[in-house]
């Protein structure tokens, strides 16, 4: 069992800055693949980034987000730059092991934080 707590989140401006941490129970974090989803209101939760050796990305965030991880500290982060007002969203941590191909699905993580709301103002 692995319990996932999400701070970090807030309101910022246009073009702002903000790093999303999230803390994991469990002493098998290195073993799962870790990953970041977003959900807007209306809207279904979608992929942003994901982390286990290395690191992907939804094509719409490449350059700005970067993830990643401290084992040691059993947290993985998520820094965005350069923020829009369509990033608005509950931005929800995610843990599971699977294939590379299906890393974005989110079908494919077992467990889940409770979110962190950001709000980008234009």
């Known amino acids: 069992q692995v319990q996932l707590v999400e701070i970090g989140g807030g309101l910022v401006q246009a073009g702002g800055s903000l790093r999303l941490s999230c803390a994991a129970s469990?002493?098998?974090?290195?073993?799962?693949?870790m990953g970041w989803f977003r959900q807007a209101p209306g809207k279904e939760r979608e992929f942003v980034a994901a982390i286990s050796w290395s690191a992907y990305y939804a094509d719409s965030m490449k350059g700005r987000f970067t993830i990643s991880r401290d084992n040691a500290k059993n947290t993985v982060y998520l820094q965005m730059n350069s923020l829009k007002p369509e990033n608005t969203a509950v931005y929800y941590c995610?843990?599971?092991?699977?294939?590379?191909?299906?890393?974005?699905?989110?079908?494919?993580?077992?467990?889940w934080g409770q979110g962190t709301q950001v709000t980008v103002s234009s």
């Open positions: 469990g002493r098998t974090f290195s073993s799962y693949t």
């Open positions: 995610a843990a599971g092991r699977m294939t590379l191909s299906t890393i974005a699905r989110r079908e494919q993580y077992d467990y």
